[in-house]
């Protein structure tokens, strides 16, 4: 509905699985974003990418890996998790990265056993 | 460092009556300011955004909000509550000197009672 879609919607896995999530916006935008939501806890900024090219990597773990190898899908590679990383991780698109509104995908809901 | 506080964890109001979520923020230079809305099993909805000019601010569903720059607040407002309007609501702000990263608050949910 908002033209950012996410998949799967939700995962469960396991501490040592290997896994990614998906994001696709069809707004023709060039910036796109990943978010993690915890209970309780304000909107953590994981990745920035502005035209294919990371220009924030908020000071996330290693096990999080962000690919984007268009302007139109956004991937989150995920591997060694911890249980503490279950949370709904947000991918977001703007037309750019000054003023814009963010329009945010339904996210994913992960939980990590 | 760029900052913004949602005091309140929950607000409840009963319908028909004029509802306020609070924001405050912090952040050097001008700010750049947004509500947005979450409804349950969905990603964060845009509301409204303040960037210069006019004070109140106009957005969807009847919601506006009021930049107040020497409390450096930015209130969420809506003069008649509806039961539909109970969802998650989050207030961030971005510094206008040539920062992109948008903080978010926490968040606020709202219940509307019918």
């Known amino acids: 509905e908002t033209g950012v879609t996410q998949t799967p919607r939700h995962l469960v896995m396991g501490m040592t699985n290997k896994k990614s999530l998906k994001c696709e916006q069809h707004?023709?935008?060039?910036?796109m974003y990943w978010y993690k939501q915890s209970a309780k806890k304000p909107l953590e900024l994981m990745f920035v990418y502005s035209l294919e090219e990371r220009v924030e990597n908020n000071s996330v773990p290693s096990r999080f890996s962000p690919e984007c190898p268009n302007s139109s899908h956004l991937f989150l590679h995920l591997h060694t998790l911890q249980p503490e990383d279950s949370a709904l991780y947000l991918c977001a698109s703007s037309p750019g990265l000054g003023t814009d509104t963010q329009y945010f995908g339904p996210g994913t809901r992960l939980t990590v056993l | 460092a760029q900052s913004v506080a949602q005091p309140e964890d929950q607000v409840n109001v009963a319908e028909g009556n004029p509802l306020t979520v609070k924001c405050t923020y912090s952040?050097?230079?001008?700010?750049?300011l947004f509500w947005y809305v979450q409804y349950p099993n969905r990603g964060l909805q845009f509301l409204l955004k303040y960037i210069t000019g006019d004070n109140l601010v106009k957005g969807s569903y009847g919601f506006e909000a009021e930049f107040n720059k020497s409390q450096t607040s930015f209130h969420l407002k809506k003069p008649s509550a509806l039961v539909s309007d109970s969802a998650l609501y989050f207030c961030a702000v971005r510094a206008n000197t040539g920062g992109f990263k948008t903080i978010f608050g926490a968040g606020t949910r709202l219940f509307v009672k019918a």
């Open positions: 707004l023709g935008h060039n910036a």
């Open positions: 952040v050097s230079g001008n700010p750049y």
